[in-house]
C-alpha cells in the first residue's frame, strides 16, 4: 500500500472542511513560528 502525498491529504482535508479546526488548533503555534 502507498502512502498518500501530504499535500493530498491537507486537500481532501479542506474539501470536508477540516482545515478550519486544524486552523483553530494549531494558529498560535503557526502564528509564533512566523
Known sequence: MS???A???FNDW???GKDE???HG???AV???L
Do not use: L
Open 3 to 5: 502512502m498518500k502525498q
Open 7 to 9: 499535500t493530498d491529504v
Open 14 to 16: 479542506a474539501h470536508r
Open 21 to 23: 479546526g486544524m486552523e
Open 26 to 28: 494549531h494558529g498560535p
Open 31 to 33: 502564528r509564533e513560528m
